[in-house]
């Protein structure tokens, strides 16, 4: 369909808002609690093999879902509407496919929008959140755009909130996969509309596969296991709810964060797996919206973490009994189950750390070994010292000349400690990518030190489209191991101090390839126009729709600024400017009376 004009969107800005104080026809009442956990089988997604190159139609569509299956104790299959991707004449899956490339081989798809209206979380749609881009629903359908998550992709193809798939119609997105091996994901990005599209189940695992270097490293097992974790609210008939924990209940239907109060993996609800007793690669990825997972492995001693967002750890790292995932970070582990007994049975769970109004089951999935899967080429073969070898990014930094800049994460509260929204603070001045008001920059081809201050209650898990980072939250403490798209920014404490630096990251503006000890890739080396802007932003999705998300650019020479290392700004001049840009949010409901970057 056309688009449409400024004069209607003004048209449409002034019908929706309206709206905006109608009641949920949808509160969290009957929520699903007998879960029978660990008797409905894993479900592994189909793989599309792009290995060879080409093209794929894929839509982008509405089905129903089963949460459970018919081995589980429950008396009916649980099933719900849910949204999913799939090539183009198959039912759509939550999540979708995992489509399959090796590095270096370029492919192409082209991601139709075939999603029905009204939108299937309607009573959550925020007409003052979903602006722009997606302010023509449900005129224009339910707007979508496929990004994924960690690939090096021109602007145009990268999936960017300001890239839109309106109702029936298609983009075609070339992706070079010109990177190191790595489990990727690609998830809904529309703006305005990420966390309930993301919701609904939008999200899917993308491999970069390597065949020769994983073989000679030794990870290229049998069983390889992509094993997507997240958390849903889902009632007794099996109906897909969201969160309406919202402090400003008749001001917003936006809510701070969506928790669920049931885990699901690869969409089924508390699942079971057999696995041989050999090794296993788990590619562990959290497709969570705001949860971050603090997994219990009980089985961590007979694994080794072999990699992280970007790629392969150069050392083979211990796993600890807790691992800490935050929303579409992945880890993944080389697990050798070689000596455990014919039904011996692991249960994967949580241990909640963040305390939620909602009930939750912190039991995620189980594990159990099963002779039968057992082959004769199944032999456990021992990790190299070494999985690959990385520059050293500090050093680049210093060899450079990367900038130095200071980014504050901060919040808007009203008095009774109600988030109003969340906000990202560069050189004073409150950015996003909604009202861009100014971007976050990095120079092309060098590393750059970022400073995170951080003076909100939360952690935030901060995402770098097309570039990658290593942190550490002090300068010492930095991790060399592996490469990273998603970093945790933990928070100042309770007393929300703005003048801490929690997190020191090397931010590589380069392609990840440069980053390979005796890689032929230039720094500045992307093969692709890089002069169009990108984003950054939270990952946790209720923050990146609500103003925690910036444009972020690649720049081709330096800014000339003075390096603002750890500085920070003056306290009048932070709150001048954070209150008069809150007052013009639509969704502030009351005068801000605390702000927590003061
Ligand atoms: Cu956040």
């Not at 489990?183 to 990005?189: A, I, N, S």
């Not at 669920?260 to 993996?265: E, H, Y």
Request: proline letters at 5%; a negative charge; hydrophobic letters at 35%.
């Amino acid at each position: 369909m056309a688009r449409f004009t400024a004069a209607s969107a003004l048209g449409l800005s002034f019908a929706l808002s309206a709206a905006v104080l109608a009641p949920r026809t949808d509160a969290l009442t009957n929520l699903k609690s007998d879960w029978d956990a660990y008797t409905s089988q894993l479900v592994i997604p189909d793989v599309i093999d792009m290995t060879g190159g080409g093209h794929i139609d894929m839509q982008i569509g509405r089905t129903t879902h089963n949460w459970t299956d018919s081995t589980s104790g429950e008396d009916t299959v649980v099933s719900g509407e849910i949204y999913g991707y799939a090539l183009k004449n198959a039912t759509p899956a939550f999540p979708g496919p995992t489509i399959k490339v090796a590095k270096g081989v370029p492919i192409s798809v082209a991601w139709y929008n075939e999603l029905p209206v009204p939108h299937l979380l309607d009573d959550s749609v925020e007409s003052t959140i979903a602006i722009a881009e997606s302010h023509c629903y449900p005129y224009c359908g339910v707007p979508t755009v496929v990004h994924v998550h960690g690939l090096e992709s021109p602007a145009k193809y990268d999936g960017l909130p300001l890239r839109t798939i309106y109702q029936n119609q298609s983009q075609n997105f070339v992706y070079l996969n010109n990177q190191s091996a790595s489990t990727r994901l690609y998830h809904d990005h529309a703006n305005g509309l990420t966390r309930l599209n993301v919701w609904a189940g939008l999200m899917g695992i993308y491999i970069i596969q390597d065949a020769d270097t994983e073989a000679a490293i030794n990870v290229d097992v049998d069983t390889d296991l992509p094993l997507m974790i997240a958390d849903r609210l889902i009632n007794d008939s099996g109906s897909l709810m969201y969160s309406d924990d919202n402090c400003q209940a008749g001001v917003t239907r936006w809510v701070p964060e969506s928790y669920g109060s049931v885990n699901t993996v690869n969409g089924v609800v508390m699942p079971f797996t057999e696995v041989p007793p050999a090794q296993v690669r788990l590619r562990i990825a959290n497709g969570a919206n705001a949860r971050h997972y603090n997994l219990t492995v009980p089985f961590a001693s007979q694994c080794q973490l072999i990699a992280k967002d970007s790629g392969f750890v150069q050392v083979p790292e211990d796993v600890p009994t807790q691992l800490v995932i935050y929303p579409f970070e992945r880890v993944e582990l080389l697990c050798d189950f070689s000596s455990d007994a014919d039904g011996t049975t692991y249960d994967l769970v949580d241990i909640p750390t963040v305390s939620v109004t909602t009930t939750y089951d912190p039991r995620i999935m189980q594990f159990r070994i099963s002779d039968a899967l057992k082959t004769a080429n199944m032999t456990s073969r021992t990790l190299p010292a070494s999985l690959v070898q990385r520059k050293d990014l500090k050093k680049l930094y210093q060899e450079l000349g990367g900038k130095n800049r200071s980014i504050i994460l901060g919040e808007m509260d009203v008095s009774t400690n109600c988030p109003t929204k969340s906000l990202i603070r560069y050189r004073g001045v409150e950015i996003n990518s909604t009202t861009i008001k100014n971007t976050l920059v990095c120079t092309k081809g060098k590393v750059e030190k970022w400073h995170f201050q951080n003076p909100t209650d939360d952690s935030h898990p901060f995402h770098w489209h097309v570039v990658n980072a290593q942190c550490g939250a002090s300068d010492d403490e930095v991790d060399t191991n592996g490469l990273k798209d998603v970093v945790v920014i933990p928070n100042a404490g309770s007393d929300r101090a703005s003048n801490v630096v929690t997190q020191i990251c090397y931010v590589a503006c380069t392609p990840d390839e440069f980053l390979i000890e005796g890689s032929e890739r230039g720094a500045a080396e992307y093969n692709f126009d890089t002069s169009e802007p990108y984003v950054a932003h939270c990952h946790i999705l209720e923050h990146e729709e609500n103003n925690m998300m910036s444009l972020f650019q690649l720049t081709d020479k330096d800014d000339d600024a003075p390096n603002d290392d750890g500085s920070t700004s003056t306290t009048n001049e932070i709150t001048t400017t954070v209150i008069l840009s809150a007052m013009g949010m639509s969704v502030l409901g009351a005068i801000a009376t605390s702000l927590s970057v003061l």
